[in-house]
């Protein structure tokens, strides 16, 4: 959009640089600086839109990594219905127990979650360093949507 907007504006230079220089006469460039102006504010509208939707994406990306970063706080001081709403966020499609192997399951995740775990265990392979408890339990609930779930 930028490039276009650059070039429509070259263009109505040329026009008014050619009416300056009496190539062209009024009506002419009268009709062409409207239809160039028009289309200048047209694309710079969209421009401003598109950077007030970027802003409002930064702004949720923001809050999203605080809430994923502080998800232990969040879960105690929270209440029992703000838990379920929490617990919904984080695992769409429940949360499952198996009595036979004693575990939780859950068959989908938010994928704000994939991508911090799959981050975790990448930056624990390149630092050389084992994975810690936490990762592996995130992983039991994170990384099993291909396994059998059991009820």
């Known amino acids: 959009m930028k490039y276009n907007l650059k070039t429509i504006k070259e263009d109505l230079e040329q026009v008014e640089e050619r009416y300056a220089i009496g190539k062209i006469d009024g ?4 009709k062409y600086s409207k239809k160039y102006n028009a289309k200048i504010e047209e694309i710079t509208a969209e421009i401003n839109k598109t950077n007030f939707e970027k802003s409002n994406l930064d702004s949720y990306i923001g809050k999203s990594l605080k809430l ?3 998800l232990h706080n969040i879960w105690e001081l929270e209440n029992h219905s703000e838990k ?3 617990q ?3 695992f769409p499609s429940g949360i499952l127990y198996s009595r036979e192997k004693d575990r939780c399951r859950t068959t989908e995740t938010n994928g ?5 775990n799959s981050l975790s265990v990448v930056l624990s392979q390149n630092k050389g360093k084992q994975k810690s ?4 339990l995130s992983r039991s609930l994170i990384g099993i949507e291909n396994e059998k779930v059991y009820q």
Not at 27 to 30: F, G, N, S, T
Not at 112 to 116: A, C, F
Request: hydrophobic share 50%; with cysteine; glycine share 0%.
């Open 27 to 30: 009506a002419i460039y009268e």
């Open 68 to 70: 994923a970063c502080n």
């Open 84 to 86: 379920q709403k929490l």
């Open 88 to 90: 919904n966020l984080l």
């Open 112 to 116: 704000v979650l994939k991508l911090i």
């Open 133 to 136: 408890k936490n990762i592996d």
